[in-house]
């Protein structure tokens, strides 16, 4: 794996982690946005690893990440969903105002253990042993 892969990586765990101390003190806005943080960064470590580059934006990381894992069946579709599906938390936790701008708590836990399926199967696509080879 590539420096730059393994930092993405180490990044989305600290992400897990920071979700999961929001989670301790029902800070559901900072749980939500920390879940999809922790899948984005092992999306691009997904990215890096296949094309040696990496996305700019949270749409292109969402895009790349689709059309990487397009027709592969070792991905789970819930997974390959779940990046997309996330990106609505960080937007209602970073980006709406009013009474309906809070991410409850308890979509924040379910966000949360997406976020762990996430990162766990980037990592182990991306482990040596998977036999996973960059395109």
Request: hydrophobic share 45%; proline share 4%; charged share 20%.
């Amino acid at each position: 794996m590539t420096p730059e892969a393994a930092g993405y990586l180490e990044k989305a765990r600290r992400c897990l982690e920071y979700a999961r101390v929001n989670l301790s003190v029902e800070l559901g806005n900072d749980a939500g946005r920390n879940a999809y943080l922790a899948a984005f960064h092992a999306a691009q470590a997904l990215i890096f690893e296949s094309t040696g580059r990496i996305a700019k934006t949270h749409q292109g990381v969402q895009a790349e990440f689709s059309r990487l894992t397009r027709g592969d069946p070792a991905i789970p579709a819930d997974l390959r969903r779940f990046l997309s599906q996330a990106y609505n938390l960080k937007a209602v936790a970073d980006y709406e105002a009013g009474p309906d701008a809070e991410v409850p708590v308890d979509r924040a836990v379910l966000a949360l253990a997406g976020a762990k399926q996430f990162v766990g199967w980037v990592e182990q696509r991306l482990s040596p042993s998977s036999g996973y080879a960059a395109s």
